[in-house]
Structure formats: C-alpha cells, structure tokens
C-alpha cells in the first residue's frame, strides 16, 4: 500500500488515500473517526479509568471529542461550541421557569439547525458540521427536558423520566463532555445525561464481557460495511436514474430498487455498528442483566441486527432501525403529546418532528408520510387477517404446507420490494429526482395503499351496513312479537 500513500498538495494523506478507495474524502474522514473510538477506549481502560478526580475524565472526554470534531470540520466545530454553550447559560438562567426554559432551548437549537441546513443543502446527503449538529440538537433538548424533569416532584414523573430526570446540575465541563463523548457525538446514539455520570461513577465498571461484545459489533460493522460498498457497486444510486432503469422488465425494476435500499441502509447500520462497538469496549452501554444472568452491553443499540434481518413488515424495519432516536422520539415528543388523547396525532406529530429534523428535502417528508400510511395499512391488514380470516380458516392454513411456503414468500418479497419504495425518496431527497423512480416501478406504492384503503373502508362499510340491517330486522321482530303479545293479551280481556 506505501506505494499510494503519496502526500497530495491539496489534502494530504488521507485525501489520497480516499482517492484511491474511491470514496469521498468527508466519508473517509468519518469513517477514521468512528474507528478512532477504538483507541481511545484501549487508553481510557488502561491509564485513566481509575484515575481521580473526575474532572480528568472530563477533560480526557471533551478534548478527545472535539479534536475529532474540528478534524472532520475544521473550524465549523464553533456551531456545536454555541449550542452547548447556549443550552448551558440557558439552563442556569431559566431553571427557574422551566416551561420558558423548555420553549427557548427547543426553539434555538432546532432554528439553529435549519438555518445550517438552508444555508449547506445541495441535492446530495452532505457530510457536513449539521450531519453531527443534528445529534447534538437532540442531546441538549433531551438535556432541556431532563432538567426540568427534575424540578417535578417524583410522584408526577413517569417510568422513564425517573430514570432520566436531572436535580444537579452539571458543570460547563461536563455537559461539553457529554456533548462530545467519543464514538457518540458524530451518528449517535442518543443517550441521556444520567448514563454518561453512572459511567464516569464507575457504575459500570463491575461488570465484564463489554470488551468482547464491542469487538463482535465491530465485526458486524466491517460485514455490513463490504456488503453495503459490494451491493452499490453493481446498483449504485445514479443507476435509478436513468433510461436503462425503466426498461428493465417490472418484477426486476422492483426488485432492484428493493435489494438498491437495503444496501443503502446497511451503509447507515455499518455506521451505528461501528460507533456502538466503541462504547461497548469503552465500557459506556450496560443495561442490566439477560435472561440468563450475564451482563447486557446493548444499552446504546441503534440497530436490532436479527429484527431487522428476519423481519416481514414496515413496521419491523421502524422498530429496528435507527432505535436510539426512535426511543428519543418516543421519551420526549410523543409521550409529551399524551394531553391530546390521540396517539393517532401524536404519532404524526412525532414522525413530523423527525422530518423537520432531517431537514427541508421534500424528500425527507414523502419517506415519513409513507412510514405512517404503510405502517397503517399493515395494521389494518393485520387486524383484518387476525380477526376474519384466522378465525375461519385457521386450521386449515395452518396445516397446508403450500400456504406456509407462499406466507413466508409473499411476506418476505414484500418486505424487500417495499423497502426500496419507502427508502427511494428519503435517499434522492430532491422532488425531481425521487419521483423519476417513482414513475420508472409505475408509482405502485401509492396504487397499492389506494386499492387497499378503498377494500377496507369497502369492507367496513359493508360489515355496518350489515349491522344496521340485523339491528333494524331485531327491532322490526321485537315490535312485531310485542303488538301480537298485546293483541292477544286484549282479546284475553274481552
């Protein structure tokens, strides 16, 4: 390899080094700095683990990340500088009026974020400082909630915000530590203040094994990795693009496109992977015990590798991906909604949060608006399946080895074609560039969720109706049965 490890003038080692991987130099950038929790982990366990004071891990923390920070993004690391900052002052000077606390810190750090966002996009995902300003935005709003949390007498708190509620305050140094503990500021995961001091409390530190399950995440990370770089190498993006697309045969355009996302996700969970194989050897992720009594390390799992490997539906994807957010969303957007009475709004409002998040690409809103049609629909197909189908041909579908074959067919060659529907727009982003793709499968998504809602809401009409009728004959019966009963009981009279 020396012989291409030649210094370019423009960038150095590291933009030649890219070159000749052929990938972008900000994604080699990223991908050395998710490997470099690796080290720092090794380090940290054996010079400062035990070391006093605290204020040493602090520093160790704040400097390791900040430094990979600025060597991602140069001098663009004062944007995150400011929010951490902000939430600080904030914090010390509103605690006392939490609600104007929560509404300020909420409203800087998302206007923050959408101005970097109006003022970077172009029509790619850019590797740019908003990429990790995104995570910090959700930390220091979590950190927001949290301190107030604390302010609430326990008794009105739930499950979860005991177990995240702040009543000290930490100083500048630590929330920068938080901020940018390696291996968790660049992709996430979301984690709340409170783990971050039970780890620097040792509270971990009496339970083995986080070393071997980190270097078993990292293995998983590299595999996805190769398969990710392998699978886009033969379907790469600008190839959904093209003519050639659209004259491929209809069953193999969907297929395409389903086996194009799924590699397209495996680059986001070769990420995750990686970042969380990190702060398993570091010794970050306890969650308690398993079933069998050994240490659980999954505490910072963005991704359920075997759900969504095995899974059938959308809605296994939404519940194995991206886990970490998903659960921030659900802590503190749409359980803070539950004054509406309506987890229907409440799950829109969250999954319309998660957009605006993303940024202003109308392909970020389309991706979510079909998160929530299509885990709908199958909800509606489940419940029709469970409750009229099963109940009258249950036994006999259940012993047809035929039907237990087409069930697992059908269910999987759904799971892989819609995938690519539901991930198309979110990764072109730009109106004219997802929609070519949609128009190249023939916008079957939407004809598929169209024909089903008219069968279902067809199919409930007609169960109403039917109720109707049955109500209005058990009337004209009951009517009829008691003017004979009076019409007889009169001529007793007589």
């Given at each position: 390899m020396t012989?291409?490890?030649?210094?370019?003038?423009?960038?150095?080692?590291?933009?030649?080094?890219?070159?000749?991987?052929?990938?972008?130099?900000?994604?080699?950038?990223?991908?050395?700095t998710l490997v470099a929790g690796y080290p720092i982990a090794a380090f940290y366990r054996k010079v400062l683990i035990n070391v006093s004071p605290k204020a040493l891990h602090h520093i160790f923390f704040a400097l390791c990340g900040a430094g990979l920070c600025y060597f991602n993004y140069g001098f663009d690391t004062y944007h995150s500088l400011i929010g951490i900052w902000m939430t600080y002052l904030l914090v010390r000077l509103l605690r006392g009026a939490p609600r104007l606390l929560l509404i300020i810190n909420f409203l800087f750090h998302m206007s923050y974020l959408l101005l970097g966002y109006y003022f970077t996009a172009s029509n790619e995902y850019d590797i740019l400082w908003t990429m990790p300003h995104c995570i910090l935005v959700l930390?220091?709003?979590?950190?927001?909630?949290?301190?107030t949390d604390g302010l609430r007498p326990i008794e009105d708190l739930s499950k979860d915000q005991k177990e995240t509620a702040l009543v000290e305050l930490p100083s500048l140094l630590e929330l920068t530590a938080f901020a940018y503990f390696p291996s968790g500021f660049l992709v996430g995961p979301q984690f709340p203040y409170r783990r971050y001091r039970s780890f620097i409390n040792g509270e971990f530190r009496q339970y083995g094994g986080?070393?071997?399950?980190?270097?078993?995440?990292?293995?998983?990370?590299?595999?996805?990795?190769?398969?990710?770089?392998?699978?886009?190498?033969?379907?790469?993006?600008?190839?959904?693009l093209t003519p050639a697309y659209a004259e491929v045969p209809f069953v193999k355009r969907l297929f395409f496109l389903g086996f194009w996302a799924k590699f397209s996700l495996y680059k986001y969970i070769s990420c995750w992977l990686l970042t969380e194989g990190a702060l398993m050897c570091i010794g970050f992720t306890y969650k308690g015990q398993d079933e069998n009594g050994q240490p659980d390390w999954s505490g910072c799992s963005n991704v359920k590798l075997v759900l969504l490997e095995t899974g059938n539906t959308m809605d296994h994807y939404v519940r194995s991906f991206n886990v970490n957010t998903n659960q921030w969303v659900g802590h503190y957007v749409y359980k803070r909604l539950k004054f509406l009475n309506n987890r229907t709004i409440s799950y829109a409002a969250a999954l319309g949060f998660l957009a605006v998040w993303h940024g202003y690409?109308?392909?970020?809103?389309?991706?979510?608006l079909m998160e929530y049609l299509i885990v709908s629909t199958e909800k509606q197909i489940e419940r029709v399946y469970t409750k009229v189908v099963l109940p009258k041909y249950g036994e006999v579908l259940k012993n047809s080895r035929v039907y237990t074959v087409a069930y697992f067919v059908a269910l999987k060659s759904y799971n892989i074609i819609y995938m690519g529907w539901c991930l198309c727009a979110f990764v072109f982003l730009k109106y004219e560039r997802w929609i070519v793709v949609f128009k190249a499968v023939n916008y079957f998504g939407f004809i598929y969720m169209l024909v089903w809602a008219c069968i279902y809401h067809g199919y409930r009409f007609y169960l109403r109706s039917t109720a109707k009728r049955s109500e209005a004959q058990t009337f004209s019966q009951a009517t009829d049965l008691t003017a004979t009963t009076a019409t007889e009981e009169d001529k007793k009279t007589q």
């Open positions: 012989e291409y490890m030649v210094p370019d003038p423009n960038g150095g080692y590291i933009c030649t080094f890219a070159a000749t991987l052929g990938v972008p130099v900000e994604a080699m950038r990223l991908l050395l930390r220091m709003i979590g950190f927001g909630f949290d301190v986080s070393v071997e399950a980190g270097l078993k995440r990292l293995a998983a990370g590299v595999l996805y990795l190769g398969i990710c770089q392998l699978g886009l190498s033969y379907l790469p993006d600008a190839y959904f690409h109308s392909g970020y809103y389309m991706a979510f």
